[in-house]
């Protein structure tokens, strides 16, 4: 066991060099250098050259990875080149707003999606299964960016002319009225929350469904039947027990997207998260805040792979390694 | 094991001479319902399948009435994206400089003279009005059918021949390839989608549809070669498979004659759900602006400029990609689910 770990830490740690260098050299190889796109067009080429210069890039990208690599190993993210900070400053502002929209709608959608798989389950092939597995059909086949829209119409636009302008959502970083703080984030969280929700809850309900009626159909759910135990009891305290423990992994195993954030949905909604950093730094060239970003969700990843694997050595003793 | 029952059917259906499907699953359904005991005893005595497993397979998707439907229309979407194009030529990119921003479903009489006689009929130059720069709706959105439906399948092409062949390969010799192909995918898995893509297309130099193709195949194959894998490590223990080595068969007819055919069942379905994944995917990549370059539409490109129209009030420019979108992706589901249900004996 523990020389599996020490083997699994070793190829993890392996494995974010090469991610490091395979990611250091796509950045340096796509063309468009820095500096070439969104800032002032009036520019002066000698100012820009002297940037460069400075910052290193005009050397071939191989020869700048070593002082790159030096600097992520002690840490440094080094600077962005357009918002001219630390990348680890901005990394710190721009993750917790992730992990609120991210968090907030996971938990939304795994309290909608768990009762919603196991009545499924209970009852397979009643109207409310039928009903169930037509949504979550729809909801996987509709992709977040087309509900976001639609979403930002409703809740902004016709909501809004619906009620004579007292009552909608806030848009493209807009506030409403004399709200601030908590309430603030609220009204804003609203319409990115259901749109990222309504997919998972999709997804999540169909696992949840096909885990639940695994077990169910197992020899000790029907033992605890034969017993004369109560369908509730068999159902709630027996069978729910080994069938929500695949979805637990499941969410644990997506916990590092929380911080890599949602691309499309916080562009939509104008939510400053490291999705949209990280897009946007992407169309900007600004290769310190991608290789930030990168790193930081490719260190989470290995990390969390690790513990699960670990994790299930622990709890079930027939995983030897 | 988990075929027996199949087995049984396909002899029922033997037993029942030509007459054909309907009847077969009739007896499918008799059977289910009661187990039926006595009929078995009576097929087994019976002369050897007729109806295979692929025949049966086909059969069973054939009755799944949702699946069917989806097929329907989803042939319906592709003949249209092949055919009418062809007919309207430029017209994706022409501009009608005189009808920018106009409104779908707006009729105005025309008079058609046809055999001497004169007639008035409703008439729309631009069926769903056009865009900003008076574009034809109607065109770019078949036109863009085209470039979905062509990435989707061409990729999917694309994972199967890649993620079969690595997968293949790493379930059947282990060792360091294996080793080698699931760190490999780990690489892959860990890095954000969408970003290695616009890094990896602008690293082409621009994007196009053979980029396009070629970067999604390059990075999305890890699931069916997963899938293989897995389905490989089992099938490489299993008794038919020793029997065949231990008669001195060599691992290309192990692998071709034995694992392959047996192995296939899981890998359509993906491959099936995969390309509607694929399809939402080439949307996104449009919708934030990294598939097929203006003037040519995509149903992302179409959606891409929601900002504009939100801001005008205008819902209908957004409404029929989105609805084509959907309906592609939720038919292709559909059938993946069919699909499924036919190939899955267990399953009702």
Known sequence: MTFYVIRRVLIGVMLLFLMSFAFFGLTRLTPGPPFSTGENPRAHQELIDKRMNALGLNKPWYAQYPAYLNALVHGNLGDSYVYNQPVTKLLTQRVPNSVILLGTALIVSLLIAIPLGIFAATRQYSKLD???????????????????????????????????????????????????????????????????????????????????????????????????????????????????????????????????????????????????????????????????????????????????????????????? | MADQPLKRIAQTGSLLGAAGVAQAMAAEEALRHEGAAEDLVVAEVAEPSEIGFWKLAVIRFLHHRTATVSLGILLFIIVTAMILPTFQGDLFRLQDY???????????????????????????????????????????????????????????????????????????????????????????????????????????????????VLVIAGLGWFEIGRLMRAQFLVLRESEFVQAARALGASDARIIFRHIVPNSLAPIIVSATLGVSGIILLEAALGFLGYSVPPPEPSWGNLLSQYEEEIQLGKLWPLAFPAIALVTTALCINLIGDGIRDALDPRQR
Do not use: C
């Open chain 2, 98 to 212: 005189t009808h920018p921003y106009g409104s779908p479903f707006e009729f105005h009489s025309r008079t058609v003279s046809l055999a001497g006689a004169s007639f008035s009929i409703p008439w729309t130059d631009h069926l769903l009005g056009t865009d900003a720069l008076g574009r034809d709706e109607m065109a770019r959105l078949v036109r863009g059918a085209r470039v979905s439906l062509t990435v989707g399948l061409l990729a999917m092409l694309g994972y199967i021949i890649i993620g079969g062949i690595l997968g293949a390969l790493a379930g059947y010799y282990g060792g360091w390839i294996d080793n080698a192909l699931m760190r490999l995918t780990d690489v892959i898995i860990a890095m954000p989608f969408i970003l290695v893509v616009v890094a990896v297309t602008a690293a082409f130099g621009g994007v196009s549809l053979t980029v396009l």
């Open chain 1, 130 to 321: 039928m009903t169930t597995s037509v949504i979550s059909y729809v909801g996987i086949s509709v992709p977040s960016f087309v509900l976001g829209i639609f979403l930002l119409f409703a809740g902004g636009i016709w909501l809004r002319h619906l009620t004579g302008g007292d009552f909608y959502f806030p848009l493209f970083g807009m506030h409403k009225g004399s709200t601030s703080g908590l309430d603030d984030l609220v009204w804003h969280m609203v319409l990115p929350v259901t749109s990222l929700a309504v997919l998972s809850v999709a997804g999540f309900s169909r696992f949840m469904r096909a885990s639940m009626l695994e077990v169910l159909h197992q020899d000790y759910v029907r033992t605890a039947k034969a017993k004369g135990l109560a369908q509730r009891t068999v159902n709630y305290k027996h069978a729910l027990r080994n069938a929500i423990l695949p979805i637990i992994t499941l969410v644990a195993l997506q916990t590092p997207q929380f911080v890599s954030g949602a691309i499309i949905t916080e562009g939509i909604f104008s939510w400053p998260g490291m999705g949209l950093l990280a897009f946007q730094a992407a169309v900007d060239r600004d290769y310190p805040v991608i290789l930030g970003v990168v790193m930081l969700v490719a260190v989470l990843t290995v990390t969390f792979n690790l513990l699960a694997d670990i994790a299930y050595a622990v709890v079930d003793p027939r995983i030897r390694y």
